[in-house]
Nanobody
Framework: VQLVESGGGLVQAGGSLKLSCAAS????????IAWFRQAPGKEREFVAA?????GITYYADSVKGRFTISRDGTLYLQMNSLKPEDTAVYYC????????????????????WGQGTQVTVAS
């Protein structure tokens, strides 16, 4: 099982980045997927989640209206209007779900994790 994030980098405040997460080794369409992030010295926090079907999404209040999660055979996170406080390592995670319309925002629900990609937003 492997989740590989890409697309991170350095961007100015107000800019945009699009993260990708490529999955292999499991049946992607049986898993709800999410993005989490962890800033230096802080706990890992939930960012966004998407259901197995792709029809249901859920966002942390801090990113709502600025970030968009989507999936086809790959998971994406479109990040707009970036702020310095969005600086963190971003991780994708997968949780098996027999319910196609469910989303999960607790890290403990997720079995598989990527290695993370760094996003740095300069002020």
């Amino acid at each position: 099982v492997q989740l590989v994030e890409s697309g991170g980098g350095l961007v100015q405040a107000g800019g945009s980045l699009k993260l990708s997460c490529a999955a292999s080794g499991f049946i992607f369409n049986e898993y709800a997927i999410a993005w989490f992030r962890q800033a230096p010295g802080k706990e890992r926090e939930f960012v966004a989640a998407i259901s197995v079907s792709g029809g249901i999404t859920y966002y942390a209040d801090s990113v709502k209206g600025r970030f968009t999660i989507s999936r086809d055979g790959t998971l994406y996170l479109q990040m707009n209007s970036l702020k310095p406080e969005d600086t963190a390592v971003y991780y994708c995670a997968a949780a098996f779900s027999s319910l196609r319309g469910s989303v999960y925002y607790t890290a403990s629900r997720y079995s598989y994790w990527g290695q993370g990609t760094q996003v740095t937003v300069a002020s």
